[in-house]
């Protein structure tokens, strides 16, 4: 039975993993132009946002290893209204993946964006930081994630501005029971029982819990964005910081 729930597992989010791109925010709301000023929009060579992610180095941008299956070639920074983007916000990017990253069931979603250039922190962006070590985190604390995208099942159609809503950590162990097959070192967040989440989309950007990004946004539950049984799934940044670090020490 294992087996078999492996099997269905893996083909459930083979399809997100394509399809689980364009930060889509559900029931969320604008973020304040002073506010998640490092909030990044990965887009591919025709300029189309394809996912999230978030600035944490000058020169580099964290996002979802599953993202590379849209083929992206720039980040832009700067701006919360993608309209406004120019290119002297846009910048061409290396990718490092995450060694062991096969497909999104085994988890390990996670990629590092290395930036053309050094970014000058301003008025208009700036980094944020990560976790200094391994924890655990505490269910019910607020947190919040953002991006731009969808902001229901039904329309399909993106956002301009950014927008940002509020979820609670779950419990891990309800999280399991609900994701058979769940893969290791993730958060469970928002969605299951709430209105609240990232839907198709969001993928590559920050779950923020007391001003840290603490995961990234890796997957849901196929298409519903309404979440009526099962908790969104971000990878756990703070079991990845040696591969982080040490990434970062030796492209710098």
């Given at each position: 039975m294992h087996a078999?729930?492996?099997?269905?597992?893996?083909?459930?989010?083979t399809c997100l993993g394509r399809n689980a791109h364009g930060s889509v925010i559900i029931h969320g709301k604008k973020a304040p132009e002073n506010s998640m000023l490092y909030m990044a929009s990965v887009q591919n060579?025709?300029?189309?946002?394809?996912?999230?992610?978030?600035?944490?180095?000058?020169?580099?941008?964290?996002?979802?290893?599953?993202?590379?299956?849209?083929?992206?070639?720039?980040?832009?920074?700067?701006?919360?209204?993608?309209t406004k983007a120019d290119d002297s916000m846009r910048y061409s990017i290396t990718k490092f993946k995450y060694p062991h990253y096969e497909n999104v069931s085994n988890g390990n979603d996670l990629m590092l964006l290395k930036l053309c250039r050094s970014i000058g922190l301003n008025d208009r962006v700036q980094q944020i930081p990560l976790p200094k070590d391994e924890k655990n985190m505490t269910e019910n604390v607020e947190c919040s994630v953002a991006g731009w995208g969808y902001t229901e099942t039904s329309t399909f159609r993106t956002v301009d501005e950014l927008r940002v809503v509020t979820v609670s950590i779950i419990n891990q162990d309800v999280c399991k029971k609900t994701w058979v097959g769940l893969p290791a070192k993730v958060i469970c967040a928002g969605g299951y029982k709430t209105k609240k989440g990232f839907c198709q989309g969001d993928s590559g950007g920050p779950l923020v819990c007391g001003g840290e990004a603490v995961g990234v946004v890796s997957?849901?539950?196929k298409s519903n964005c309404n979440y009526p049984h099962f908790p969104n799934i971000y990878m756990d940044i703070s079991k990845y910081l040696v591969w982080i670090n040490k990434t970062l020490e030796e492209n710098s």
């Open positions: 078999l729930h492996q099997i269905l597992l893996f083909h459930v989010l060579s025709s300029k189309h946002h394809v996912c999230g992610g978030f600035l944490i180095r000058e020169n580099f941008v964290l996002t979802a290893a599953h993202c590379d299956d849209e083929k992206p070639t720039s980040v832009v920074l700067g701006t919360h209204d993608l997957f849901n539950h």
